[in-house]
């Protein structure tokens, strides 16, 4: 299994969603150089989107690969990656049908339920940030809810279809996970949490993640990426297992 070589590749112009691999590439980002030192040791990293389809196509595999590493006590943990992190995409005809289809896909290869009654809506702006940053705001106030609060994000939005920029949309999902939503509220718009995103979206790219989902097996300083668009757990499992030998 050949490692991810941070330095050596660049996210690619675009973004687009591949129905035969599962992967969704990011649209371009300003880079950073700033180096986030390894600890000599091993977790599984998991780069997704919450509006990134296959994300939430490969969720169910990625609760069983959670709760297989807590049991083997490897640690766990989730960045996240900045699909369309801006206003640019127009919210048109054209788009709306190829969104329509691609879910189509991914519910048939997946098995997870989509709502569709977002295509109705004349104006919407598919800004993956807030999304995003919910999550890392969600993260910041108790770690351990963190994957819990991304799948419900996504369950809000591809099932519910709601509006994943406004603060009211996690008011349910904050109700359910003990979080105090006034708080959130601050902290979700909040320059730090911004920030604090930002420095996720530019880490994955700094690794040379391609798209999402990806997961990593990190050993020392070697990603290894165990998992480069829609995976099924035993195949995730199966390489983790690997490497840990």
Sequence with gaps: MTPLSAQNLT???GAFCDPETGLCTPAPLAQSDEKVPFRDDVEIIYIGDPMCSWCWGISPALNRLERAATTNGIPYR????????????????????????????????????FGYDLFDQEAFSYNTEPSSRAVVTARTMNPEVESRFFELTQYHFYVLNKDPKLATFYEPICKELGLDFVRFSELFASEEMVTATM??????????????????FRKGDQLYAIARGFSEFERMWGAVEELVK
């Design 78 to 113: 989730t960045v996240l990656g900045g699909l369309r992190p801006d206003n640019s995409q127009v919210w048109d005809e054209a788009f709306r049908n190829f969104l329509r289809h691609h879910w189509k896909e991914v519910n048939e290869r997946s098995g997870q339920p």
């Design 199 to 216: 420095k996720d979206f530019q880490l994955n790219r700094q690794w040379g993640v391609r798209g999402y989902p990806t997961v990593i």
């Design 11 to 13: 996210a690619p112009e």
